[in-house]
């Protein structure tokens, strides 16, 4: 077992699931993933080997990505801005960049920096489980507002740059009416004046079942033959083949991973059950911040059965009530039949993968977990468990 080998808590991943996941979505001639999911560089080449694109939202993404082996025209920086560094970065290794902002254009000509371009379309309305992901309209601030596309387009032109790809993350899931409003969106923008355009991004957004018994995950013909059928109208729009990109994160790494943790105690509170685990949201943090959901196991440390099924809260070793991992979202506590458990016993957090890891800070100044790669019958570490030094390495101490 990985946890006597590494310890806990400890992220596991299982690079079979997110292989099948990308086999899933082959039709589409280009996959970018969206490493901010889950961006370890280890999964990062062995994706890259898998002939897909990577998707870098920071310098530190583009930073990653070319350690992963990535080659510069495999590499999309996508953001609404550039810092200094990620300019920089965009300029050493003419990385193509995918505009959020109008502004972006001249921060790229007055650097001097010619590189193919995206852009991302504000369609005018978005999509999403909260207002935190709502990735469109008034109140977001992705992308170039819609009305503003061919004007951009133009200046880009003269500006001697080539508009390649149009880009609209906006997340549907698995709601189809949505997403024909989102493919219409997309074939009504597209300037008939975008000669050079040659790829459609439809972004990422696709959606993963965390409910055990929930129908498994999206149709995904379904998803590819809406946007193979607007590629071919956008084809006769602008007189030229062009190609269909997706740009998922969740997607391919949710399920893929657990979060393994020790329940270190049980206790009640008047006629609750808890179980305190070493992990917290400094590890997990997207129940504490969207309410999310996510499956429990309990695997018995001594005993090879499971105990009967009992209400229990799940909650983390942070000096913060919210570090809970059974709550709804606006925070409601609520409890889960889990097996009845003894301190000792490791409690399992399912389909992590996704914003996990990757979400992970050192408040309480706890230290970031080990990652861990299953694959072919063997565990290997990918990440090591940061130490005491490592979290007090930037710290000055003047006495
Ligand atoms: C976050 C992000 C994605 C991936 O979103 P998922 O919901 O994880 O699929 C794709 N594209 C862009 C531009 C993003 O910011």
């Known amino acids: 077992m990985a946890v006597e080998q590494f310890s806990s808590p400890l992220w596991v991943y299982d690079f079979g699931v997110i292989e099948k996941r990308i086999l899933e979505l082959r039709s589409f001639d280009v996959i970018r993933y969206a490493q901010k999911a ?20 920071s310098a530190g993404e583009i930073v990653r990505a070319l350690r992963a082996g990535f ?12 810092d200094k560094d990620a300019l920089a970065l965009v300029k ?15 921060q790229l000509h007055e650097a001097g920096v010619k590189v ?4 991302r379309i504000n369609p005018g309305f978005g999509h999403g489980h909260s207002q935190k992901v709502n990735t469109g309209g008034e109140l977001s601030k992705h992308g170039v507002w819609h ?14 740059f080539s508009v390649d790809c149009l880009h609209m993350h906006i997340g549907s899931g698995s709601d189809f009416e949505h997403l024909s409003q989102v493919v219409s969106a997309m074939e009504s923008m597209v300037p ?14 696709l ?27 956008i084809s006769n729009i602008v007189g030229h083949a062009v190609q269909l990109e997706v740009e998922p994160g969740r997607y391919l790494v949710a399920e893929s991973c657990v979060l393994a943790t020790e329940i270190l105690a049980v206790k009640k509170m008047g006629n609750n059950l808890f179980y305190l685990v070493n992990a917290g949201f400094t590890d997990l943090v997207r129940p504490a911040f969207y309410g999310a959901y996510h499956h429990i196991s309990i695997i018995p440390k001594k005993s090879k059965e499971l105990g009967e099924l009992v209400d229990v809260i799940v909650a983390g070793p942070l000096c913060e009530s919210c570090d809970v991992f059974t709550q709804e979202e606006g925070g409601v506590v609520v ?5 009845l458990a003894k301190v000792g016993d490791l409690l399992v957090i399912h389909d992590a993968g996704a914003y996990g890891s990757a979400m992970s800070s050192n408040y309480n100044s706890r230290l970031l977990a080990p990652e861990i790669l299953w694959e072919k019958g063997e565990f290997t570490q990918i990440r090591k468990r940061q130490t005491f030094e490592h979290m007090l390495n930037n710290e000055v101490c003047n006495e």
């Open 192 to 205: 008939v004046a975008c000669k050079s355009l040659k790829t459609i991004s439809v972004g990422g957004g």
């Open 147 to 160: 009305g503003e596309l061919d004007a951009l387009v133009k200046k880009a032109m003269q500006l001697g």
């Open 38 to 57: 889950s961006p370890n560089i280890n999964l990062l080449s062995k994706m890259g080997g898998l002939g897909l694109e990577v998707d870098a939202v």
């Open 71 to 82: 080659s510069p025209s495999r590499i999309k920086y996508t953001a609404d801005v550039f």
């Open 116 to 119: 193919p371009l995206t852009i």
């Open 335 to 339: 409890s889960r039949k889990l097996p």
């Open 92 to 106: 050493e290794h003419s990385i193509p960049v995918n505009i959020g902002s109008p502004d972006m254009l001249w």
């Open 207 to 233: 959606p993963v079942s965390y409910k055990r018994g929930e129908q498994n995950n999206m149709d995904l013909e379904k998803y590819y033959n809406m946007w193979d059928s607007s590629r071919k109208r």
